[in-house]
């Protein structure tokens, strides 16, 4: 497990403190679908990134971290509306990004929670959001997609199957999960990059988007398992 980068994590607390009400600030506010959690969302993620890009001169990672996306808000209410499938358990969430699916983990009663994710913003994200919620939520940074998981009960990932270069890393790493004797569970809005056979549905939910380009403001969302 690691810390979020200090530089990171201090630009977003800087980030929270300022004032105004400009598209490009972050707001501390209940999740759609899930509004037992609260999230520092950007209004328009696009302008945030531009202004902080602007402001670091030089190239950052997209803040996906900074918008709720389908597939984590469907993970989310399943997990909070079916504790047991978290309670005393250690749970690893898979590119967690704002962190939504390890904090709902953690307030459904998970022992142990790490949120994974490439982007140290992530992971400053993932550390701010969890102290708005009164839980703890460890993080780790890197990709993890060559192992098998690691010492886990439950493996969380959602929106994670977005291309199809990523499907293709990511369902054999689920599969390697699975027979290393960890459970594993995937929100999904379904993308069209995953073969039909290749995930089980577990359960099904309408659930709100602010995603960019989609045309209904309500998306079908599967939670999936490995078969």
């Keep these: 497990m690691t810390a979020p980068s200090t530089s990171a994590l201090s630009v977003l607390e800087r980030e929270i403190a300022a004032s105004g009400d400009g598209l490009d600030r972050l707001r501390l506010v209940p999740t759609l679908f899930v509004p037992e959690v609260r999230l520092h969302l950007a209004e328009d993620a696009i302008v945030w990134w531009a202004r902080m890009e602007a402001a670091a001169g030089r190239t950052l990672p997209p803040p996906y971290w900074a ?65 708005a919620n009164g839980v703890t939520v460890a993080t780790s940074e890197g990709d993890l997609l060559e192992g098998d998981g690691g010492d886990v009960d439950l493996l969380l990932a959602g929106d994670v199957l977005y291309d199809e270069a990523l499907v293709g890393r990511v369902l054999p790493f689920l599969r390697r999960v699975v027979a290393s004797g960890a459970q594993v569970l995937v929100g999904d809005p379904d993308r069209g990059h995953v073969p039909p056979d290749a995930l089980e549905v577990v359960a099904s939910y309408p659930v709100p988007t602010t995603e960019p380009f989609v045309d209904s403001p309500v998306r079908r969302v599967q939670v999936l398992r490995p078969r």
């Design 67 to 131: 918008s709720v996306w389908a597939g984590g808000q469907a993970l989310a209410r399943h997990l909070l509306d079916h504790p047991e499938l978290v309670a005393g358990r250690r749970v690893l969430d898979l590119a967690a990004g704002s962190g939504l699916v390890a904090i709902a983990a953690a307030l459904a009663g998970a022992d142990q929670v790490v949120a994974n994710d490439i982007d140290p913003y992530a992971l400053a994200a993932v550390t701010v959001n969890a102290r």
